[in-house]
């Protein structure tokens, strides 16, 4: 299985008044992490979306553990848990500087076509990601020693 990590130093702009990260720039944080796991896989969405393919989020959850501060460097894991050729559902870890867990989340998403939002299949219309998503989500025993 492929994890991807991905560091962000955390940006005054991103806090609140308590000095905490933002909740909302986890989700951010996240989107970040999928992108890059897609670049690691040899892909990117600027491609796609030529084609006319967007891929919006169906679900997404996110549970925050501690709070990240101004200064501080996170580090995404994302990986692929689920993929059936249609949605694919990226699990999501953030972790403080100190190694500590800040955030767990997922996120499912489904490939449609740009005009009219009907869903595709990424198995006929990029056979090349299919496989490499296959690939990318086997061995789930893996995920906790990559971790």
């Known amino acids: ?10 940006r005054y702009a991103e806090t609140d008044q308590m000095g ?5 720039n986890y989700l951010v944080w996240m989107e970040l992490g999928r992108t890059q796991l897609i670049k690691e896989l040899g892909f990117n969405y600027a491609e796609m ?9 169906l679900d997404i959850q996110a549970s925050y553990k501690k709070p990240l501060r101004y200064g501080e460097t996170a ?21 403080n500087g100190d190694g500590e867990l800040a ?12 005009e009219n939002f009907r869903p595709i ?8 990601w299919h496989e490499a998503y296959l690939k990318a989500k086997k061995q789930p ?7």
Do not use: N
């Not at 893996?142 to 971790?147: G, M, S, T, W």
């Open 75 to 95: 580090t995404i894991k994302t990986w692929v848990e689920e993929y059936d050729g249609f949605r694919s559902l990226y699990k999501y870890e953030i972790y």
């Open 49 to 57: 979306e030529k084609d006319g393919i967007i891929s919006p989020v």
């Open 1 to 10: 299985m492929l994890i991807s990590s991905k560091e962000i130093e955390v």
């Open 103 to 114: 955030l767990t989340g997922s996120s499912k998403h489904v490939c449609v076509k740009k």
């Open 121 to 128: 299949s990424l198995k006929r219309k990029f056979p090349d």
């Open 20 to 24: 905490v990260v933002y909740h909302a």
């Open 141 to 147: 025993e893996a995920v906790k020693e990559q971790l």
